[in-house]
């Protein structure tokens, strides 16, 4: 397995964008990696249909606070961006998360529309896992903001958890770091590939994935009902 390549991520930094800067007709989606106890990690996408590049947005990643911090960031976010797509992890007590009513509530009222995602192994496989991004970075297609403290500093602690990702190969406590963030910014690239299905298909073009093992997952949660 490929692991990410620093000098390729540094490759990717942009000195004219500043952190919660949106470029224009970017759609936004946003992993949520929830936590009880630890850190709380959120990660703010916004990919470019037209360029098929995506373009880091925000970053959090506070100590967790179960259901309560879920919904805070899910409200801070809406409130500064207008996100209405969250891809959340579901395991273990995770799966409380979009059942819990006061969410719930909140999602359908301001029609924002939460997806589950479920990880085990699967986040070290080299087709279907975390390292399967590296080709995004590889080939230009991430654009990380690097204008200002506050968006170096939250660069930085992506990269350094991105760099020493643990392989399935090297499990070693001593070689991997917190992988969070990592986790949060993974968890929406199987919804990002949908819409880079949808551009094709609107354009009438074959479908040639720049990363892949991504199949559409079920989404069995109503949040207008």
Request: charged content about 20%; proline content about 4%.
């Amino acid at each position: 397995m490929a692991l990410f390549d620093s000098v390729e991520i540094d490759a990717c930094r942009d000195q004219g964008r500043i952190i919660g800067h949106v470029p224009p007709g970017v759609r936004l989606i946003a992993g949520l990696d929830p936590a009880s106890t630890g850190y709380q990690a959120a990660f703010l996408w916004g990919y470019d249909q037209a360029s098929n590049k995506l373009h880091m947005i925000d970053m959090e990643n506070s100590l967790g606070g179960g259901i309560p911090q879920a919904l805070a960031i899910m409200k801070e976010w809406f409130v500064k961006y207008n996100l209405s797509h969250w891809v959340i992890e579901e395991n273990g007590f995770q799966r409380a998360i979009r059942q819990d009513q006061s969410i719930r509530d909140f999602a359908g009222k301001h029609g924002i529309f939460l997806e589950g995602t479920q990880t085990y192994s699967n986040k070290h496989d080299p087709i279907f896992g975390v390292t399967a991004m590296r080709p995004l970075f590889a080939e230009g297609l991430i654009s990380l903001p690097y204008n200002g403290f506050e968006a170096q500093e939250k660069v930085n602690l992506y990269k350094s958890q991105l760099v020493y990702f643990s392989s399935a190969q090297n499990k070693s406590r001593s070689v991997g770091t917190k992988t969070d963030i990592v986790m949060a910014s993974w968890f929406p690239m199987r919804a990002i590939r949908r819409m880079q299905k949808e551009r094709y298909a609107e354009l009438g073009y074959d479908y040639n994935p720049s990363f892949t093992g991504y199949e559409p997952s079920s989404m069995d949660v109503d949040n207008w009902s």
